[in-house]
């Protein structure tokens, strides 16, 4: 079963809004979750790492005052579109890592995706 | 330039038959190589992963291989099924640097009747 979830699967919103996509890794601990956008036919596109307890690290390129990331807890990271515009409109992924038990081994673990769209 | 690269871009099949998909990259050191599958509209979902000193990979009709001194990787799926359709991609993390992903674009597969 899913251990990330994601959390709308899809918004539809009005353009000067502000919409708030929710990660959870559901049966482990993540003191980090990646944030990822994803045009149609395009590669995942890394947007910030968040970090449990402290600030959250942005891409070279990504306003970090426009994606607000809060990760409040060691399962919940969110991130917040605000004052969204229509070229905001993608497809939203969040990632967790999760030891495999093996030293220096992780599996990633990716949520379902959220569906922003703004009019 | 992209630290990973895929190809082909696209490919149809024929439902029965098998593909191999490639992935070449860049990355140096790199920690593991995962191929994921994602389907339209979702999240990628893991299918295979390899640390360096690993040679192949099996996933039930999906096997990966990976080459460490060419850096070179392939997945090949076996009597392809209508849910193959998907994109395939390959992810090589970066040993270093916080568990700090390097995406391919995808392989785009379609399984036709």
């Known amino acids: 079963g899913a251990v990330v979830s994601q959390h709308p699967s899809r918004v539809i919103c009005k353009s000067g809004t502000s919409v708030k996509i929710e990660c959870r890794s559901l049966?482990?601990?993540?003191?980090?979750m990646f944030w990822y956008r994803q045009f149609p036919k395009q590669s995942l596109m890394l947007m910030a790492t968040s970090n449990e307890g402290s600030k959250a690290t942005y891409e070279q390129g990504v306003e970090k005052d426009k994606f607000l990331i809060n990760h409040a807890s060691l399962t919940l990271s969110t991130l917040t579109v605000t004052s969204a515009h229509p070229e905001d409109s993608s497809f939203y992924i969040c990632?967790?890592?999760?030891?495999?038990?093996?030293?220096?081994?992780?599996?990633?673990?990716f949520g379902p995706g959220t569906r922003l769209t703004v009019t | 330039k992209n630290q990973v690269e895929q190809s082909p871009q696209s490919l149809i099949i024929l439902e029965g038959k098998n593909c191999t998909l490639q992935c070449n990259y860049t990355v140096s050191p790199f920690s593991n190589l995962r191929w994921y599958k994602q389907d339209t509209g979702r999240g990628p979902v893991s299918l295979t992963i390899?640390?360096?000193?690993?040679n192949t990979k099996s996933n039930g009709r999906y096997t990966a291989t990976l080459d460490a001194d060419t850096k070179q990787s392939s997945l090949h799926i076996t009597a392809s099924q209508l849910s193959d359709s998907a994109s395939y991609i390959c992810?090589?993390?970066?040993?270093?640097?916080?568990?700090?992903?390097?995406f391919g674009k995808g392989n785009q597969v379609v399984v036709i009747p």
């Open positions: 992810v090589v993390t970066h040993l270093y640097g916080n568990n700090r992903l390097a």
């Open positions: 990632s967790a890592p999760r030891g495999t038990g093996k030293r220096s081994s992780y599996e990633q673990y």
């Open positions: 390899m640390t360096f000193s690993e």
């Open positions: 049966d482990f601990q993540a003191t980090t």
